[in-house]
Protein backbone atom coordinates (compact mmCIF):
# COMPACT_ATOMS: atom_id res chain seq x y z
CA UNK A 1 0.00 0.00 0.00
CA UNK A 2 2.81 2.30 0.77
CA UNK A 3 4.73 1.86 -1.97
CA UNK A 4 1.73 3.46 -3.94
CA UNK A 5 1.54 6.25 -1.25
CA UNK A 6 5.27 6.84 -1.83
CA UNK A 7 5.32 6.48 -5.68
CA UNK A 8 2.72 9.30 -5.44
CA UNK A 9 4.52 11.53 -3.06
CA UNK A 10 7.43 11.42 -5.46
CA UNK A 11 5.45 12.16 -7.97
CA UNK A 12 3.69 15.47 -6.37
CA UNK A 13 6.96 16.25 -5.85
CA UNK A 14 8.31 16.73 -9.21
CA UNK A 15 5.49 18.74 -9.99
CA UNK A 16 6.50 21.05 -7.26
CA UNK A 17 9.92 21.01 -7.74
CA UNK A 18 9.26 22.27 -11.48
CA UNK A 19 6.88 24.61 -9.80
CA UNK A 20 9.44 25.92 -7.38
CA UNK A 21 11.63 26.75 -10.14
CA UNK A 22 9.46 28.58 -12.20
CA UNK A 23 8.30 30.81 -8.92
CA UNK A 24 12.21 30.90 -8.09
CA UNK A 25 14.85 30.39 -10.49
CA UNK A 26 18.07 28.53 -9.21
CA UNK A 27 20.12 31.18 -11.30
CA UNK A 28 17.80 34.03 -8.85
CA UNK A 29 19.75 33.09 -5.51
CA UNK A 30 22.78 30.68 -6.32
CA UNK A 31 25.16 33.28 -6.11
CA UNK A 32 23.75 33.68 -3.09
CA UNK A 33 24.47 30.18 -1.85
CA UNK A 34 27.88 29.78 0.64
CA UNK A 35 29.20 26.41 1.75
CA UNK A 36 27.80 24.94 5.18
CA UNK A 37 30.07 25.83 8.27
CA UNK A 38 28.41 23.34 10.50
CA UNK A 39 29.87 19.81 10.08
CA UNK A 40 26.61 17.76 10.10
CA UNK A 41 29.02 14.27 9.77
CA UNK A 42 31.44 15.75 13.22
CA UNK A 43 28.17 16.74 15.18
CA UNK A 44 26.65 12.69 15.03
CA UNK A 45 30.23 11.38 16.06
CA UNK A 46 31.06 12.54 19.90
CA UNK A 47 31.66 9.97 22.40
CA UNK A 48 27.69 9.99 23.57
CA UNK A 49 25.00 8.80 21.54
CA UNK A 50 23.42 11.46 19.42
CA UNK A 51 19.73 12.44 18.62
CA UNK A 52 18.94 14.34 15.63
CA UNK A 53 15.46 16.11 17.00
CA UNK A 54 12.50 16.93 14.60
CA UNK A 55 10.40 19.34 13.79
CA UNK A 56 7.10 18.17 12.24
CA UNK A 57 4.05 19.25 11.96
CA UNK A 58 1.77 16.06 10.60
CA UNK A 59 2.75 13.36 8.40
CA UNK A 60 0.42 10.92 6.22
CA UNK A 61 0.15 8.41 8.67
CA UNK A 62 -0.78 10.61 11.36
CA UNK A 63 -2.10 13.45 10.14
CA UNK A 64 -1.74 17.02 11.98
CA UNK A 65 0.66 15.67 14.65
CA UNK A 66 0.85 19.09 16.86
CA UNK A 67 -1.45 21.97 16.16
CA UNK A 68 0.46 24.36 18.11
CA UNK A 69 3.57 24.28 15.61
CA UNK A 70 6.08 27.07 16.43
CA UNK A 71 9.63 26.18 15.04
CA UNK A 72 11.18 29.26 17.10
CA UNK A 73 9.87 27.84 19.80
CA UNK A 74 10.74 24.44 19.18
CA UNK A 75 14.09 25.20 18.38
CA UNK A 76 14.65 27.03 21.94
CA UNK A 77 13.93 23.62 23.44
CA UNK A 78 15.91 21.09 20.88
CA UNK A 79 19.13 23.55 21.19
CA UNK A 80 19.58 22.34 24.58
CA UNK A 81 19.45 18.54 23.91
CA UNK A 82 20.04 17.89 19.97
CA UNK A 83 23.13 17.24 17.90
CA UNK A 84 21.51 18.26 15.20
CA UNK A 85 17.93 19.25 14.11
CA UNK A 86 15.86 18.12 11.49
CA UNK A 87 13.20 20.39 9.75
CA UNK A 88 9.87 18.95 7.68
CA UNK A 89 10.14 20.97 4.14
CA UNK A 90 7.49 19.26 2.53
CA UNK A 91 4.47 21.34 2.58
CA UNK A 92 1.46 18.75 0.84
CA UNK A 93 2.17 16.15 3.28
CA UNK A 94 3.97 17.29 6.42
CA UNK A 95 2.51 20.98 6.37
CA UNK A 96 6.69 21.24 6.13
CA UNK A 97 7.72 24.69 4.62
CA UNK A 98 11.68 25.75 3.66
CA UNK A 99 11.27 29.07 5.35
CA UNK A 100 11.03 27.01 8.70
CA UNK A 101 15.01 26.56 8.18
CA UNK A 102 16.15 29.81 8.45
CA UNK A 103 14.01 30.31 11.56
CA UNK A 104 15.48 27.20 13.12
CA UNK A 105 19.28 27.70 12.39
CA UNK A 106 18.90 31.48 13.71
CA UNK A 107 18.04 30.10 17.09
CA UNK A 108 19.82 26.64 17.17
CA UNK A 109 23.80 26.32 16.65
CA UNK A 110 23.40 22.88 15.81
CA UNK A 111 23.78 21.65 11.89
CA UNK A 112 20.25 21.89 10.15
CA UNK A 113 19.16 18.76 8.21
CA UNK A 114 16.40 19.37 5.04
CA UNK A 115 14.12 16.15 5.66
CA UNK A 116 12.41 16.24 2.15
CA UNK A 117 11.77 13.84 -0.87
CA UNK A 118 14.60 15.31 -2.74
CA UNK A 119 14.78 14.43 -6.52
CA UNK A 120 16.66 17.16 -8.37
CA UNK A 121 20.08 18.89 -7.46
CA UNK A 122 17.47 22.24 -7.05
CA UNK A 123 16.36 21.31 -3.82
CA UNK A 124 19.91 20.77 -2.11
CA UNK A 125 20.91 24.25 -3.73
CA UNK A 126 17.24 25.61 -2.42
CA UNK A 127 17.94 23.76 1.03
CA UNK A 128 21.62 25.26 1.46
CA UNK A 129 20.14 28.73 0.20
CA UNK A 130 17.74 28.41 3.59
CA UNK A 131 20.37 27.66 5.60
CA UNK A 132 20.12 23.69 5.93
CA UNK A 133 23.68 21.97 6.48
CA UNK A 134 22.06 18.76 5.62
CA UNK A 135 19.86 16.99 3.58
CA UNK A 136 18.18 13.72 3.49
CA UNK A 137 18.89 11.12 0.47
CA UNK A 138 15.84 8.01 0.72
CA UNK A 139 17.60 5.08 -1.14
CA UNK A 140 14.08 3.79 -1.54
CA UNK A 141 13.38 7.21 -3.90
CA UNK A 142 16.46 7.32 -5.94
CA UNK A 143 18.87 4.81 -7.94
CA UNK A 144 22.41 4.97 -7.58
CA UNK A 145 22.99 7.81 -10.50
CA UNK A 146 20.50 9.98 -8.57
CA UNK A 147 21.77 9.44 -5.66
CA UNK A 148 26.01 10.34 -6.18
CA UNK A 149 24.80 13.11 -8.28
CA UNK A 150 22.51 14.87 -5.30
CA UNK A 151 25.65 13.86 -2.96
CA UNK A 152 28.23 15.31 -5.05
CA UNK A 153 26.12 18.52 -4.80
CA UNK A 154 25.51 18.37 -1.34
CA UNK A 155 29.19 17.98 -0.59
CA UNK A 156 30.07 20.86 -3.12
CA UNK A 157 28.28 23.03 -0.57
CA UNK A 158 30.27 21.43 2.33
CA UNK A 159 26.64 19.60 3.12
CA UNK A 160 26.22 16.47 5.38
CA UNK A 161 23.99 13.86 3.76
CA UNK A 162 22.00 11.13 6.00
CA UNK A 163 21.53 8.54 3.97
CA UNK A 164 17.93 6.18 4.47
CA UNK A 165 17.47 2.69 4.01
CA UNK A 166 14.85 0.98 4.48
CA UNK A 167 15.74 -2.94 3.84
CA UNK A 168 18.65 -5.17 3.27
CA UNK A 169 18.74 -4.23 -0.53
CA UNK A 170 19.04 -0.86 0.27
CA UNK A 171 21.70 -0.88 3.17
CA UNK A 172 23.88 -2.98 0.74
CA UNK A 173 23.42 0.19 -1.68
CA UNK A 174 24.42 2.80 0.76
CA UNK A 175 27.56 0.36 1.92
CA UNK A 176 28.52 0.81 -2.00
CA UNK A 177 27.71 4.22 -2.30
CA UNK A 178 29.95 4.63 1.10
CA UNK A 179 27.26 6.35 2.51
CA UNK A 180 28.47 8.21 5.68
CA UNK A 181 25.81 8.52 7.76
CA UNK A 182 22.99 5.77 7.15
CA UNK A 183 19.06 6.09 8.95
CA UNK A 184 17.50 2.45 9.32
CA UNK A 185 13.74 3.36 8.99
CA UNK A 186 11.99 1.17 11.45
CA UNK A 187 9.03 1.50 9.71
CA UNK A 188 7.67 -0.89 6.73
CA UNK A 189 7.27 1.49 3.87
CA UNK A 190 4.84 -1.09 2.47
CA UNK A 191 2.67 -0.89 5.73
CA UNK A 192 3.39 1.52 8.15
CA UNK A 193 4.23 -1.13 10.78
CA UNK A 194 7.36 -0.66 13.04
CA UNK A 195 9.91 -2.93 13.57
CA UNK A 196 12.86 -2.06 15.87
CA UNK A 197 14.08 -5.40 14.90
CA UNK A 198 15.47 -3.46 11.72
CA UNK A 199 17.90 -1.63 13.55
CA UNK A 200 19.11 -4.23 14.83
CA UNK A 201 19.39 -6.61 12.13
CA UNK A 202 20.86 -4.29 9.68
CA UNK A 203 23.00 -1.96 11.90
CA UNK A 204 25.69 -5.00 12.62
CA UNK A 205 26.38 -5.55 8.43
CA UNK A 206 27.43 -1.50 8.38
CA UNK A 207 31.44 -0.74 8.74
CA UNK A 208 32.98 0.65 12.26
CA UNK A 209 33.66 3.90 9.49
CA UNK A 210 29.56 4.60 9.22
CA UNK A 211 27.38 6.29 11.35
CA UNK A 212 24.40 4.74 11.98
CA UNK A 213 21.77 6.26 13.22
CA UNK A 214 18.27 4.76 13.92
CA UNK A 215 14.71 6.25 12.44
CA UNK A 216 10.92 6.06 13.34
CA UNK A 217 9.50 3.98 16.68
CA UNK A 218 11.19 5.17 19.08
CA UNK A 219 9.55 6.56 22.29
CA UNK A 220 11.12 5.92 25.74
CA UNK A 221 14.78 5.82 26.90
CA UNK A 222 14.29 2.07 27.76
CA UNK A 223 14.27 1.33 24.24
CA UNK A 224 16.82 4.13 23.57
CA UNK A 225 19.35 2.28 26.13
CA UNK A 226 19.02 -0.82 24.69
CA UNK A 227 19.15 0.27 20.92
CA UNK A 228 22.09 2.67 21.43
CA UNK A 229 24.33 -0.60 21.01
CA UNK A 230 23.54 -1.07 17.17
CA UNK A 231 22.98 2.49 16.54
CA UNK A 232 24.83 5.63 17.20
CA UNK A 233 22.29 7.73 17.11
CA UNK A 234 18.53 8.71 16.57
CA UNK A 235 16.27 10.37 14.43
CA UNK A 236 12.80 11.72 16.94
CA UNK A 237 9.96 13.50 15.91
CA UNK A 238 6.40 12.22 16.15
CA UNK A 239 7.14 10.59 19.97
CA UNK A 240 7.95 14.29 20.44
CA UNK A 241 6.00 16.03 18.79
CA UNK A 242 3.19 14.79 20.07
CA UNK A 243 3.33 16.59 23.71
CA UNK A 244 2.29 19.72 24.27
CA UNK A 245 5.27 19.95 27.07
CA UNK A 246 8.19 19.61 24.73
CA UNK A 247 10.98 19.63 27.11
CA UNK A 248 9.70 17.16 29.11
CA UNK A 249 8.63 14.81 26.09
CA UNK A 250 12.73 14.83 24.85
CA UNK A 251 13.96 14.28 28.61
CA UNK A 252 11.53 11.49 29.14
CA UNK A 253 13.42 9.82 26.15
CA UNK A 254 16.51 11.13 26.56
CA UNK A 255 16.74 10.69 30.29
CA UNK A 256 14.13 8.47 31.17
CA UNK A 257 10.99 9.97 32.93
CA UNK A 258 12.56 10.78 36.05
CA UNK A 259 11.38 12.24 39.64
CA UNK A 260 13.34 13.56 42.48
CA UNK A 261 11.05 13.52 45.80
CA UNK A 262 11.11 15.11 49.19
CA UNK A 263 12.08 18.68 47.85
CA UNK A 264 11.67 21.46 50.27
CA UNK A 265 13.54 24.15 48.78
CA UNK A 266 13.41 26.05 46.05
CA UNK A 267 17.23 25.56 44.80
CA UNK A 268 16.62 21.77 45.09
CA UNK A 269 13.85 22.27 42.62
CA UNK A 270 15.76 24.62 40.32
CA UNK A 271 18.92 21.88 40.52
CA UNK A 272 16.55 18.82 39.24
CA UNK A 273 15.10 20.69 36.85
CA UNK A 274 18.28 22.34 35.40
CA UNK A 275 19.83 18.53 35.68
CA UNK A 276 16.97 16.76 33.71
CA UNK A 277 13.96 15.72 35.78
CA UNK A 278 10.84 16.23 34.76
CA UNK A 279 8.86 15.34 37.90
CA UNK A 280 9.51 17.15 41.43
CA UNK A 281 7.85 15.26 44.27
CA UNK A 282 6.48 17.37 47.19
CA UNK A 283 5.24 15.29 50.60
CA UNK A 284 2.17 16.19 52.37
CA UNK A 285 2.61 13.17 54.92
CA UNK A 286 3.17 15.34 58.47
CA UNK A 287 5.73 12.31 59.67
CA UNK A 288 8.00 12.48 56.90
CA UNK A 289 11.03 14.59 58.10
CA UNK A 290 10.84 15.79 54.08
CA UNK A 291 7.05 17.22 54.56
CA UNK A 292 6.10 20.97 53.27
CA UNK A 293 3.54 23.24 54.24
CA UNK A 294 1.49 24.23 51.61
CA UNK A 295 3.11 27.73 51.45
CA UNK A 296 6.90 25.86 51.19
CA UNK A 297 5.17 24.03 48.48
CA UNK A 298 4.12 27.15 46.53
CA UNK A 299 8.15 28.45 47.09
CA UNK A 300 9.36 25.48 45.61
CA UNK A 301 6.94 25.48 42.58
CA UNK A 302 7.54 29.32 41.83
CA UNK A 303 11.12 28.64 41.81
CA UNK A 304 11.03 25.67 38.74
CA UNK A 305 7.65 25.49 37.41
CA UNK A 306 9.24 23.72 34.38
CA UNK A 307 9.32 20.56 36.72
CA UNK A 308 5.58 18.72 36.67
CA UNK A 309 4.96 18.76 40.34
CA UNK A 310 3.62 14.97 42.09
CA UNK A 311 2.17 15.59 45.65
CA UNK A 312 2.56 12.15 47.70
CA UNK A 313 -0.15 11.60 50.10
CA UNK A 314 -0.92 8.75 52.75
CA UNK A 315 -4.13 7.55 53.66
CA UNK A 316 -5.67 11.31 53.42
CA UNK A 317 -9.06 12.83 53.26
CA UNK A 318 -9.98 12.55 49.63
CA UNK A 319 -11.32 16.36 50.05
CA UNK A 320 -7.82 17.29 51.22
CA UNK A 321 -5.94 15.64 48.44
CA UNK A 322 -8.20 17.52 45.92
CA UNK A 323 -7.77 20.80 47.32
CA UNK A 324 -3.99 20.88 47.63
CA UNK A 325 -4.01 19.11 44.05
CA UNK A 326 -6.28 22.15 42.73
CA UNK A 327 -4.34 25.09 44.51
CA UNK A 328 -1.33 24.05 43.98
CA UNK A 329 -1.38 22.82 40.44
CA UNK A 330 -0.57 19.39 40.59
CA UNK A 331 0.71 17.04 37.85
CA UNK A 332 -0.33 14.37 39.59
CA UNK A 333 -1.24 12.84 43.24
CA UNK A 334 0.72 9.90 44.45
CA UNK A 335 -0.52 7.80 46.87
CA UNK A 336 1.13 5.77 49.10
CA UNK A 337 -0.64 4.71 51.76
CA UNK A 338 -3.10 1.63 51.86
CA UNK A 339 -5.67 3.61 49.54
CA UNK A 340 -8.03 0.83 48.15
CA UNK A 341 -9.63 0.53 44.69
CA UNK A 342 -13.25 2.54 46.49
CA UNK A 343 -10.43 5.42 47.55
CA UNK A 344 -9.18 5.58 44.33
CA UNK A 345 -12.65 6.10 42.84
CA UNK A 346 -13.88 8.27 44.91
CA UNK A 347 -10.45 10.26 44.29
CA UNK A 348 -10.86 9.93 40.22
CA UNK A 349 -14.32 11.47 40.52
CA UNK A 350 -13.10 14.51 42.74
CA UNK A 351 -10.12 15.10 40.77
CA UNK A 352 -9.63 17.33 38.05
CA UNK A 353 -9.29 15.24 34.81
CA UNK A 354 -5.63 16.81 33.67
CA UNK A 355 -4.54 15.23 37.51
CA UNK A 356 -3.01 11.63 37.45
CA UNK A 357 -3.15 9.37 40.16
CA UNK A 358 -0.18 7.37 41.30
CA UNK A 359 0.03 4.51 43.61
CA UNK A 360 3.18 3.41 45.07
CA UNK A 361 3.35 -0.51 46.10
CA UNK A 362 5.81 -2.02 48.50
CA UNK A 363 8.01 -4.65 46.84
CA UNK A 364 9.04 -7.52 49.12
CA UNK A 365 9.57 -11.06 47.83
CA UNK A 366 7.14 -10.60 44.56
CA UNK A 367 5.95 -7.84 42.44
CA UNK A 368 2.29 -7.18 43.61
CA UNK A 369 -0.58 -6.86 41.45
CA UNK A 370 -1.11 -3.82 39.03
CA UNK A 371 -4.69 -3.98 38.89
CA UNK A 372 -6.16 -0.73 39.95
CA UNK A 373 -8.38 1.37 37.88
CA UNK A 374 -8.17 4.55 37.43
CA UNK A 375 -4.37 4.67 38.66
CA UNK A 376 -2.08 5.88 35.93
CA UNK A 377 1.23 4.76 36.98
CA UNK A 378 2.86 3.04 39.95
CA UNK A 379 5.72 3.36 41.99
CA UNK A 380 7.38 0.37 43.14
CA UNK A 381 9.57 1.01 46.43
CA UNK A 382 11.12 -1.19 49.33
CA UNK A 383 8.57 -0.97 52.28
CA UNK A 384 6.94 2.61 52.57
CA UNK A 385 9.02 4.63 50.81
CA UNK A 386 11.82 7.31 52.06
CA UNK A 387 13.89 4.02 53.81
CA UNK A 388 16.96 4.27 51.10
CA UNK A 389 16.89 0.38 50.50
CA UNK A 390 16.30 -1.30 47.03
CA UNK A 391 14.40 -4.63 46.56
CA UNK A 392 15.00 -6.98 44.36
CA UNK A 393 15.73 -5.91 40.77
CA UNK A 394 15.75 -9.26 39.23
CA UNK A 395 11.95 -9.65 40.25
CA UNK A 396 11.10 -7.07 37.32
CA UNK A 397 12.57 -8.97 34.64
CA UNK A 398 10.59 -10.03 31.37
CA UNK A 399 7.93 -7.21 33.24
CA UNK A 400 5.37 -4.74 31.35
CA UNK A 401 6.85 -1.62 33.16
CA UNK A 402 6.04 1.77 30.60
CA UNK A 403 4.03 2.20 33.59
CA UNK A 404 6.34 2.15 36.15
CA UNK A 405 8.60 4.23 37.86
CA UNK A 406 11.53 2.37 40.68
CA UNK A 407 12.50 4.27 44.13
CA UNK A 408 14.36 3.23 46.51
CA UNK A 409 18.37 3.79 47.15
CA UNK A 410 18.74 5.38 43.86
CA UNK A 411 22.06 7.21 43.44
CA UNK A 412 24.98 7.87 40.72
CA UNK A 413 26.56 4.36 41.95
CA UNK A 414 23.17 2.08 40.75
CA UNK A 415 20.92 4.57 38.45
CA UNK A 416 22.22 2.84 35.17
CA UNK A 417 21.55 -0.27 37.06
CA UNK A 418 18.26 0.78 37.53
CA UNK A 419 17.67 2.19 34.32
CA UNK A 420 18.41 -1.10 32.87
CA UNK A 421 15.31 -2.84 34.40
CA UNK A 422 13.35 -0.93 31.74
CA UNK A 423 11.01 1.31 34.10
CA UNK A 424 9.06 4.58 32.84
CA UNK A 425 11.75 6.13 35.05
CA UNK A 426 12.85 6.38 38.30
CA UNK A 427 12.52 8.19 41.68
CA UNK A 428 15.61 9.94 43.29
CA UNK A 429 15.24 10.88 47.24
CA UNK A 430 17.89 10.15 49.82
CA UNK A 431 20.10 9.42 47.61
CA UNK A 432 20.76 12.89 46.33
CA UNK A 433 20.88 14.86 49.61
CA UNK A 434 23.12 15.91 51.78
CA UNK A 435 20.76 15.44 54.54
CA UNK A 436 16.65 14.55 54.62
CA UNK A 437 15.16 17.41 53.05
CA UNK A 438 18.18 18.95 51.75
CA UNK A 439 18.90 17.91 48.02
CA UNK A 440 23.16 17.93 46.90
CA UNK A 441 23.09 19.34 43.81
CA UNK A 442 26.08 18.06 42.53
CA UNK A 443 24.64 14.88 43.59
CA UNK A 444 21.75 15.49 41.55
CA UNK A 445 23.92 16.72 38.48
CA UNK A 446 26.15 13.36 39.22
CA UNK A 447 22.96 11.47 38.52
CA UNK A 448 21.62 12.71 35.35
CA UNK A 449 24.87 13.43 33.69
CA UNK A 450 25.59 9.46 34.80
CA UNK A 451 21.61 8.74 32.80
CA UNK A 452 23.16 10.67 29.57
CA UNK A 453 26.45 8.75 29.30
CA UNK A 454 25.51 6.17 26.75
Known sequence: MMETVLAKIVAD??????ARKAQQPLASFQNEVVPSTRRFYSALQ???TAFILECKKASPSKGVIREDFDPAQIAAIYKNH???ISVLTDEKYFHGSFDFLPVVSAIA???ILCKDFIIDPYQIYLARFYQADACLLMLSVLDDEQYRQLAAVAHSLEMGVLTEVSNEEELERAIALEAKVVGINNRDLRDLSIDLNRTRQLAPRLGAGVTVISESGINTYAQVRELSHFANGF????????YPDLNA???RVLLGENKVCGLTRADDAQAAYEAGAVYGGLIFVDTSPRAVSDEQAQAVISAAPGLRYVGVFRNAPVADVVSRAQRLGLAAVQLHGTEDQQYVNALRAALPAAVQIWKAL????SLPARDYQHVDKYLFDNGQGGSGERFDWSLLAGQRLDNVLLAGGLGADNCVEAARAGCAGLDFNSGVEREPGIKDASKLASVF???RAY
Not at 235 to 242: C, E, N, P, R
Open 13 to 18: KAIWVE
Open 46 to 48: GAR
Open 82 to 84: ASA
Open 109 to 111: PQP
Open 235 to 242: LIGSALMK
Open 249 to 251: AVL
Open 362 to 365: SVTS
Open 449 to 451: RTL
